[in-house]
């Protein structure tokens, strides 16, 4: 059984934030340094490949790369993570959020549990971690402090070409956008929300990239209601099962690691598209 959290080990400042809004930022994760490194290896490789990454890569890509993976398992990271879910904590999924100057992408008002399946909400949560500085004008993500506590509410798929999400799904309830927190961030600060959070974007008018990293923790004890799922233990121990575990890449893009990647990629779309013909190529 997960040990729960006590009020000792909970730093307050976190968990009470967390727990009132719905979000925490900005919290101190990668080091500058860190950071700059990690874009670099990111740049590096779409290089190579001679062009932004490509959409299957920006999914999943902690069981592609060893740099991702590093990330998803990042100390400090993890130990605000672990203030609000305890000590046994599985990553689910991570998805690169990028978008590029100019570009138009931007993402709908949404609450991030509508499809996923996963249960309970109030221990599943996203790191959301800044890769490139994320000022205003780049399209930081925008909160509504409180809405994790209004429950599920129905969303539309739209399937817009330019939005960042897979179904384009947006909230079907009017949004008082002046009520809105923008999220801005360091290269290297994180933000952290609850899956019920109603947050979107707006696109990135800067002349940098806006570069964002999520990573979708649950603990050892969370549920999939939809299929059997994979993910990765980042830290502690599992002793549920509920999840079967998936290896961390040992090299970049090596055999292992793209078989682990097209497992889980296979589950998450399946959990994700549920019941819908018509998809986002
Ligand atoms: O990066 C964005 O603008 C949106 C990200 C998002 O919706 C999420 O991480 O849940």
């Known amino acids: 059984m997960t040990e729960p959290v006590t009020a000792q080990q909970v730093d307050p400042t976190i968990a009470e934030r967390y727990w009132r809004d719905g979000f925490c930022f900005p919290l101190p994760g990668l ?29 999943q890509a902690h069981l592609l790369f060893t740099w991702a993976d590093d990330l998803a398992r990042h100390p400090a990271i ?83 070409a330019d939005n960042l999400l897979s179904r384009g799904q947006e909230i079907a309830v009017e949004v008082d956008e002046s009520r809105a927190t923008d999220v801005v961030l360091r290269a290297g600060e994180f933000s952290l929300h609850h899956v019920l ?54 090299a970049d893009l090596d055999a292992d690691a793209w078989a682990s990647h097209a497992d889980s990629s296979a589950r998450m779309k399946a959990a994700v598209y549920s019941g819908v013909e018509d998809r986002k190529p």
């Open 31 to 59: 080091s500058t340094a860190e950071a700059v490194s990690i874009r670099a290896r990111m740049e590096a490789h779409e290089a190579e490949c001679g062009g932004p990454l490509e959409d299957a890569k920006r999914h």
């Open 197 to 250: 959070l109603t947050h979107g974007s707006r696109p990135n008018v800067s002349d940098d990239r806006r570069l964002g990293f999520a990573i979708r923790y649950i603990p050892t004890s969370a549920r999939q209601t939809k299929l059997r799922d994979a993910a990765v233990l980042v830290r502690g121990e599992d002793r549920y099962g509920h999840f079967d575990l998936l290896p961390g890449p040992r």
């Open 78 to 160: 993890l130990d605000a993570v672990e203030q609000i879910i305890g000590p046994d904590i599985l990553c689910w999924v991570t998805n690169f959020f990028i978008k590029e100057p100019g570009d138009g992408g931007f993402v709908s008002w949404h609450q991030d549990a509508t499809y996923w399946g996963l249960e309970p909400a109030d221990s599943i949560l996203t790191a959301w971690v800044a890769l490139s500085d994320v000022p205003l004008e780049s399209g930081p993500m925008r909160f509504l402090a409180g809405s994790h506590k209004t429950g599920q509410q129905a969303h539309a798929d739209t399937f817009d």
